[in-house]
């Protein structure tokens, strides 16, 4: 099994900062990718950014110089540091990630609890 862990949500004011933390642990064999979603209250869920293990990063235009995601692949951790918090990027922050575990044959996606961050104005 394979579980993803997230923290560091949590309310901030307009134009501060959060650091989330998403930590992959278990039965991995080999990580592809990990990320961030978020879903806004009465939004379908969006992606916010992904890092593949080799190194590319994908960031929504929205967050596009304001967050930035890093990992420590020896820890199976990937962070988000948001700066220049705004209201509307108040939601619900979900880890994901594409894992091969252990004597698995297939790629799985696995999803954290979620984490809720709120940027009041």
């Known amino acids: 099994q394979v579980q993803l862990v997230e923290s560091g949500g949590g309310l901030v004011q307009d134009g501060g900062s959060l650091r989330l933390s998403c930590a992959a642990s278990?039965?991995?064999?080999?990580?592809?990718?990990m990320g961030w979603y978020r879903q806004a209250p009465g939004k379908q869920r969006e992606l916010v950014t992904l890092?593949?293990?080799?190194?590319?990063?994908n960031y929504a235009e929205s967050v596009k110089g304001r967050f930035t995601i890093s990992r420590d692949a020896a820890k199976n951790t990937v962070y988000l540091q948001m700066n220049s918090l705004k209201p509307e990027d108040t939601a619900v922050y979900y880890c994901?990630?594409?894992?091969?575990?252990?004597?698995?044959?297939?790629?799985?996606?696995?999803w954290g609890q979620g984490t809720q961050v709120t940027v009041s104005s």
């Open positions: 890092i593949t293990w080799a190194g590319s990063i």
């Open positions: 278990g039965s991995i064999f080999r990580i592809n990718s």
């Open positions: 994901a990630a594409s894992i091969l575990s252990m004597g698995g044959l297939v790629v799985r996606d696995y």
